[in-house]
């Protein structure tokens, strides 16, 4: 299914770059019978508003409607949203933008006894990051190897 994402992102990335919005995400997937083409977009700095997410909605589903041949010949639902507050970490733009940021992580294993930790993100690379986070009354910098990690997104602290 990915190769359907492959055909159809240049031509959506070039009409969200011309609104001067930024393809976060893009996914084809199946979910009970039915096929979805999901489209995340973001605007920096303060994100993207629904009229904006309406009007880029309409651009890209008339301009997929005009490749031929047709990527999509299956039926398919067009889902265009912001990724929203807590959205994942996936490139290297995400992974900077998160840098001194509040993130949740989740890991393959336990360390220190947990697999689940939010905190700062306080440095990273492709080995590893710290993370700092909170140990009761007190803060602390845990090194975690990037290998461990199985999900991570932004977080909102409270």
Request: charge should be negative.
């Amino acid at each position: 299914m990915s190769k359907v994402v492959d055909l159809v992102r240049p031509v959506v990335e070039t009409i969200i770059d011309e609104h001067g919005d930024m393809l976060v995400d893009m996914e084809y997937v199946k979910e009970k019978g039915q096929n979805y083409l999901r489209i995340y977009v973001d605007r920096q700095p303060n994100g993207i508003d629904i009229d904006e997410i309406a009007a880029l909605s309409e651009l890209v589903s008339e301009k997929l409607d005009t490749i031929d041949p047709d990527p999509l010949p299956d039926p398919y639902v067009l889902e265009l949203s912001s990724p929203g507050a807590e959205r994942p970490i996936k490139t290297e733009a995400d992974w900077k933008r998160a840098l001194n940021d509040y993130v949740h992580i989740g890991l393959y294993q336990k360390i220190d006894d947990k697999k689940v930790y939010e905190g700062t993100l306080k440095y990273y690379n492709n080995d590893e990051i710290v993370l700092e986070v909170k140990d009761k009354t007190r803060r602390k910098k845990l090194t975690i190897p990037r290998k461990l990690i199985a999900k991570i997104r932004f977080a909102i602290e409270f």
